[in-house]
């Protein structure tokens, strides 16, 4: 690494680079959604819960690899893996054009998702090594804006390219913009991992990092807590074609109504940002988890009913989204927060849990999508219970207030490393 890399990345283009390498997992995942018929009926594949697999098999694959690439990242620093990684998801993308069957492509989807492991890993991990307390998690909220942002946009550009070519054009969309992202990463980020804290990486090396991740009951607990959140998400992701067109019947306006909720998500994220070294992260997480939990009961109770038109259904959506962007960013700084020296194989085991258990429990979701909103609502509600008794293990039984062992994180002045 030169020092030139060292010198020129300012905050705002780390932020901008660490948020757009997000993005391209969100957008590997939300683009493909209006496609998802035109690929079924290409491929041969009947079952509309069936088509949902080229969603799984993208995060079962994102899931596992992150358990490689955090010890890779802790042993050889940040940027030689991301950059292998990303190389990887672009050549899976670009001969997924060529998939001659859905078995394939639900290979090559895997493999894109091992490549897109490192990305997640190394992001949350280069923010965890250049910032730590409340600037952390201002930093992962601007992070998580843009990562919100993605579905806005997401579904609208696959529709347009559906509308100009076949559905293999999603797959070069794709492979062109993880290529420029490559090209930005390789030629601006810098090394964050300094030398003198690199792990080995031996047996011993990379179990008794795994070993300080989980005996931590602070970071383990909110590491559960989010995944119990995304997999409500993904099982909303997973349903949502079907959701907006089956039941509600807004055709071609799907995409608008998925962009209107991510884009609640997105102004979460960023409001999050603004207020949270005032609140604190505690304060925002866990307020919004009791909103989340409280509404989906909401949610579900009407749903329950068989009263559920679309009018009741967008605003109850809307609440709990909003939710979802105070909690997912501040429930991910607590769990790294007391990981700084380990961050690399912290962030890959927050990341397999969070990908791999969100993914198996929102594919669950979704394949008992049953022309209602009761199972998403279902899943919204039980994962909003666990989230919540997550957080008390993790506060020793206490909302809102400070943990014992790492009240600075959450009290002192920001820590910029």
């Not at 843009?146 to 559905?167: D, E, K, N, Y």
């Not at 909401?298 to 679309?310: N, S």
Request: hydrophobic share 55%; aromatic share 14%.
């Amino acid at each position: 690494m030169s020092n030139h890399f060292t010198r020129v990345l300012s905050r705002p283009e780390f932020i901008a680079l660490m948020a757009a390498l997000m993005a391209l997992n969100a957008l590997a995942i939300d683009v493909m959604l209006p496609a998802l018929p035109y690929m079924g009926e290409a491929l041969g594949v009947a079952s509309e819960n069936e088509r949902q697999f080229v969603i799984s098999a993208f995060m079962i694959g994102m899931g596992m690899a992150q358990l490689v690439f955090g010890p890779l990242s802790d042993r050889f620093g940040r940027r030689a893996p991301l950059l292998v990684g990303m190389g990887i998801y672009v050549i899976a993308a670009f001969i997924a054009v060529f998939a001659p069957n859905f078995t394939t492509l639900l290979v090559l989807r895997f493999i894109q998702g091992l490549g897109a492991a490192s990305v997640r890993v190394i992001v949350t991990s280069a923010v965890r090594d250049r910032y730590s307390g409340r600037e952390m998690a201002e930093v992962m909220s601007l992070t998580f804006m843009v990562f919100m942002a993605i579905p806005i946009i997401a579904p609208g550009i696959g529709q347009v390219l559906l509308m100009t070519g076949p559905w293999q054009t999603i797959f070069i969309f794709m492979a062109v913009l993880a290529s420029g992202s490559w090209l930005w990463t390789f030629f601006r980020l810098p090394e964050t991992l300094p030398l003198d804290k690199r792990r080995p990486l031996t047996f011993k090396g990379i179990v008794g990092g795994f070993r300080i991740v989980f005996t931590n009951r602070m970071a383990i607990s909110y590491g559960l807590a989010g995944t119990f959140l995304f997999g409500a998400l993904f099982g909303f992701i997973s349903s949502s074609q079907q959701i907006y067109v089956d039941i509600f019947g807004l055709g071609e306006y799907f995409p608008v109504a998925f962009a209107a909720m991510a884009g609640l998500m997105a102004v979460s994220s960023f409001t999050n940002s603004r207020i949270v070294r005032r609140f604190g992260m505690r304060r925002l997480s866990h307020g919004a988890m009791l909103s989340f939990t409280g509404f989906s009961i909401i949610w579900l109770g009407f749903a329950l009913t068989g009263f559920m038109p679309l009018w009741l259904f967008f605003p109850l959506l809307a609440v709990i989204m909003f939710s979802f962007g105070w909690a997912a960013p501040n429930m991910n700084s607590l769990s790294m927060e007391p990981l700084g020296a380990v961050a690399g194989s912290a962030s890959a085991v927050f990341g397999f849990i969070q990908t791999v258990g969100g993914a198996v429990i929102g594919g669950y979701v979704g394949q008992m999508f049953n022309n209602t909103t009761i199972p998403v609502a279902i899943g919204y509600a039980g994962m909003g219970i666990l989230s919540l008794i997550c957080i008390l293990i993790a506060e020793n039984g206490r909302l809102f207030g400070v943990g014992e062992q790492y009240a600075n994180a959450d009290t002192a002045p920001d820590m910029a490393h």
